[in-house]
């Protein structure tokens, strides 16, 4: 099995960054995808990137052009760079590992097996 543990959340005004971060310990190299995900206030949980074993990456559509998901593979460490946050990114975000199995249906939580406890971001306008 593989745990996830988020950090780098916190508070900032709309246009500035944050980065987050997501330690996979355990047994990361079966995870064929990792992946952050999202829940705003009052809403569903929703697909922010992914990124599968061999590099390839794909963005939620509200996203895209603004983050940027990456791996340090010898850290074991699924990272989230944040830039130009709108208040519409407060939301809790998860990190997600597809942990022994695959599903290309990557923007589907239902998809991933293994789940992060979730780190709160706000943004102020």
């Known amino acids: 099995q593989v745990q996830l543990v988020e950090s780098g959340g916190g508070s900032v005004q709309a246009g500035g960054s944050l980065r987050l971060s997501c330690v996979a310990s355990?047994?990361?190299?079966?995870?064929?995808?990792m992946a952050w995900f999202r829940q705003p206030p009052g809403n569903e949980r929703e697909a922010v990137a992914v990124i599968d074993r061999g590099g390839r990456i794909s963005y939620g559509d509200s996203v895209k052009g603004r983050f940027t998901i990456s791996k340090d593979n010898a850290k074991n460490t699924l990272i989230l760079q944040m830039n130009s946050l709108k208040p519409e990114d407060t939301a809790i975000y998860y990190c997600?590992?597809?942990?022994?199995?695959?599903?290309?249906?990557?923007?589907?939580?239902?998809?991933?097996?293994?789940w992060g406890q979730g780190t709160q971001v706000t943004v102020s306008s």
């Open positions: 355990g047994d990361p190299a079966r995870s064929s995808c």
């Open positions: 997600a590992a597809m942990h022994g199995r695959y599903s290309g249906f990557w923007s589907s939580a239902p998809s991933y097996n293994v």
